[in-house]
């Protein structure tokens, strides 16, 4: 405010208008507070779906006016204005067509991508037009860029929930072909995918994220809900819309992890913060229904989610945990190369001690960790891999007895 008074009044001086952002003119008390009001300037608030007209000030305000975001011919014109060089070629046209269905630029952010790509001085092809976009997209501190680590042949799942997992990726490829080739883009209002992956903790919920983002090369992006989610009212709110305006354009997956944190069920309105708390979620309910890309959530607690939303779901993805020869699969996949691991007796270790696979995982790096010699070959003993798996149990606080250990409960057994 204090540099937007000096302004308000040179444009006063000079016949003009200002436009600044809500945010700018925000007081303390979440209202908005014009700088200098005496001065008769005109002054234009730009604000986004999440922001309160009632926050500003009701004598002053006249009429609200909507912008819309261009659709999706207004796109594609965009595009053949911006990049002529490309548009002349078949095979260019179908790649403005792709970037047109996959981004939901305005058409500000067209021209500045392809005036980048211009001072590169590049043939601009697929891989190089989509890095541009993508650097393109900014989140801020609400999210965190997620580098996928695994692939879809690593995920160890019953064959219901692998099928559910290709699924989602067919689904997630055909997405813009059926919004706008389809023409049933209007009808669902150029919605993405919004999907929930619940099971205990250590099933595969944030792998399976990874694969789905490796597979169709997406970036992925972890949610920080320390950063969304806030104590004062509407806030939560500003940093939805922030994030899910910013998301939408940029062909991004979301991640949401322990999502019932944010998606929780609503409560009875006993005060104002209650109501304020509800208000919050059917915001997110809506908002969620018109996000263009993929929202994964992930929840241990599915019990826990609020119904309304559960049914806003495309596709609810149960991770169980493991059999035995599913375990044992796990194990082998998670050996390190390189390492000599003739000594253990993995089909022991699958059939006798049920883990999960992210508590198998970290069972084989923790036993690593204790198996170093200095000078000798690198070799995992089964007593180290034991202790490991019996940390594991201590963690989850399961009890488990020295019988399932058989042969190797004395490397368990606590010490007198």
């Not at 970037?99 to 630029?105: E, I, K, V």
């Not at 860029?145 to 990726?169: K, T, Y």
């Not at 599915?302 to 020869?325: G, N, Q, S, W, Y």
Request: aromatic share 6%; proline share 6%.
């Amino acid at each position: 405010a204090g540099e937007a008074g000096p302004l308000m009044v040179t444009v006063w001086l000079r016949g003009a208008a200002m436009l600044l952002p809500i945010g700018r003119l925000t007081g303390p008390e979440g209202r908005v507070q014009l700088p200098v009001p005496g001065v008769p300037a005109v002054v234009f608030v730009a604000m986004t779906g999440a922001d309160r007209i009632s926050a500003l000030p009701r004598r002053e305000t006249l009429a609200k006016v909507d912008l819309p975001a261009l659709d999706h011919a207004g796109r594609l014109e965009a595009w053949r204005r911006a990049l002529p060089e490309v548009w002349a070629a078949d095979e260019g046209k179908a790649l403005l067509a792709e970037c047109t269905r996959r981004f939901g630029f305005e058409e500000a952010a067209i021209g500045r991508i392809a005036a980048a790509l211009r001072a590169l001085d590049r043939t601009i092809d697929r891989n190089l037009l989509f890095a541009a976009c993508r650097s393109d997209l900014d989140l801020g501190d609400l999210a965190q860029p997620v580098r996928p680590r695994f692939g879809l042949d690593e995920l160890m799942l019953p064959a219901r929930q692998a099928g559910q997992i290709r699924a989602l990726i067919r689904a997630l490829e055909s997405l813009g072909t059926v919004h706008s080739d389809w023409h049933l883009g209007r009808a669902w209002n150029d919605s993405g995918l919004s999907v929930l992956f619940t099971g205990p903790p250590g099933t595969g919920k944030t792998m399976a994220a990874e694969a789905i983002a490796a597979e169709v090369g997406m970036p992925l992006y972890r949610i920080d809900l320390s950063q969304v989610v806030n104590k004062y009212i509407g806030e939560t709110e500003k940093n939805l819309a922030r994030l899910f305006d910013a998301a939408d354009s940029g062909d991004a997956i979301l991640f949401f992890d322990e999502a019932d944190a944010l998606f929780g069920k609503r409560t009875e309105v006993k005060d104002a913060h209650d109501r304020y708390a509800n208000l919050e979620v059917s915001y997110l309910l809506e908002r969620m229904e018109r996000f263009r890309g993929m929202a994964i959530l992930a929840s241990n607690r599915r019990k826990d989610l609020d119904e309304a939303f559960l049914r806003r779901l495309r596709t609810i993805v149960t991770f169980p945990l493991p059999e035995a020869a599913e375990r044992l699969r796990i194990w082998l996949a998670v050996m390190p190369e390189g390492v000599d691991c003739h000594a253990l007796d993995l089909a022991f270790l699958a059939e006798r001690l049920p883990l999960s696979g992210g508590h198998i995982r970290s069972a084989v790096f923790n036993a690593c960790l204790q198996s170093v010699r200095p000078g000798e070959p690198p070799r995992l003993e089964m007593a180290e891999v034991v202790r490991a798996v019996k940390d594991e149990f201590d963690k989850l606080g399961r009890t488990v007895s020295l019988d399932q250990f058989g042969a190797y409960a004395g490397e368990v057994r606590d010490e007198p």
